[in-house]
């Protein structure tokens, strides 16, 4: 467990093996979502920094925090901060707030935080765009949830020009905003659908996929995405385990999205798709590299968390991954 300490200036080191010095959100890696668990808020902030350091030491290339509000079961409302924390409890490895849910605030102020978080740890940071999809998110901020895509549509060019320095003023009077220009802040956007890729690809960014669309709605979005001229990453979200399958606990977590997700996105789920598991960390990795293939992806981030789901299993699942999939899945994702 990290002390606290705040470590100003210490060095970064290089890692050996398959994770090393890369560009955050970039192709050819295999990122963890982290969630809080159902403990008391000091526990749950102590499981989280103690997963992500475990996720380092299993060789995952970045970490992923997401947003709900309210109290909202396994989320956080503060997914930039929070990726902060994890920052400090690891040495190496990237941490992006992914997805954000960017109409919920200003443009201009979530440029200005990561811009500074990533001066804080150069190199490490991450940025990825939502719209959202539960409306109590935008009631407690008093705002129209009906409005939520156009918002989204306006800021996106803006939030991306600004973290790549290029804002204007008074925004661009911020020094860690103009340091934007040197280093850019990696992007991408949520996306589940043509025109949301489409969107992206205009923006100059990559995209993260929704974790239930089937693989033929993925490679239709991919190739939209390729069609468009975009030329970042396309992340595929899955679950993964090693051992018996999760069914019953998998269909706990299905039942609760289904509670608040849009029939437009549940229009393009598939049965049984989200869970990827094996006897096996290899099994696991083939059937990750089917996804790929068939989906058009080229990077992964991956999630163990699932309803009643103790911490203990969830670290056992990290250490598991790190040490039976990633060297295969990542040499292959790169080789490629």
């Keep these: 467990m990290p002390d606290g300490s705040v470590r100003i200036g210490r060095a970064v080191p290089e890692r050996s093996g398959y994770a090393g010095r890369m560009v955050p959100l970039d192709r050819g890696q295999v990122s963890l979502r982290l969630y809080p668990h159902a403990l008391p808020p000091r526990e749950c902030v102590a499981e989280l920094l103690r997963q992500a350091s475990l996720a380092e030491e299993a060789g995952f290339d970045g970490l992923m925090t997401s947003e709900h509000h309210g109290g909202f079961p396994g989320y956080v409302p503060n997914p930039l901060q929070l990726a902060g924390w994890l920052l400090e409890a690891t040495d190496c490895v990237w941490a992006a707030p992914c997805p954000l849910l960017l109409p919920l605030y200003h443009w201009s102020h979530i440029t200005e935080q990561l811009a500074w978080l990533a001066v804080r740890f150069p190199g490490r940071v991450g940025g990825g765009f939502a719209i959202g999809g539960l409306a109590q998110d935008f009631e407690m901020a008093d705002l129209v949830y009906e409005d939520r895509v156009a918002r989204f549509k306006h800021d996106l060019p803006l939030v991306t020009e600004a973290l790549r320095g290029r804002a204007a003023s008074p925004l661009a ?36 996929y929704d974790s239930l669309q089937t693989l033929a709605r993925m490679r239709e979005i991919s190739d939209a995405y390729s069609e468009a001229g975009g030329q970042g990453t396309r992340i595929a979200i899955r679950r993964v385990w090693i051992g018996p399958p999760l069914d019953a606990q998998v269909e706990a977590q299905m039942d609760f999205y289904r509670g608040y997700a849009t029939s437009d996105a549940q229009a393009h789920w598939g049965a049984g798709e989200e869970l990827v598991s094996g006897v096996d960390g290899a099994e696991v990795a083939e059937k990750l590299l089917e996804v790929a293939g068939r989906g058009g992806c080229d990077s992964f981030n991956l999630r163990v968390h699932a309803a009643g789901i103790d911490p203990v299993r969830v670290e056992e699942q990290i250490a598991r991954l790190g040490a039976e999939t990633l060297p295969m899945l990542v040499a292959e994702l790169r080789g490629g």
């Design 173 to 208: 009077e911020d020094p860690a905003v103009a340091a934007c220009r040197a280093d850019p802040v990696p992007m991408v956007s949520a996306a589940q659908s043509p025109g949301a890729v489409r969107r992206a690809a205009r923006v100059g960014i990559g995209v993260l």
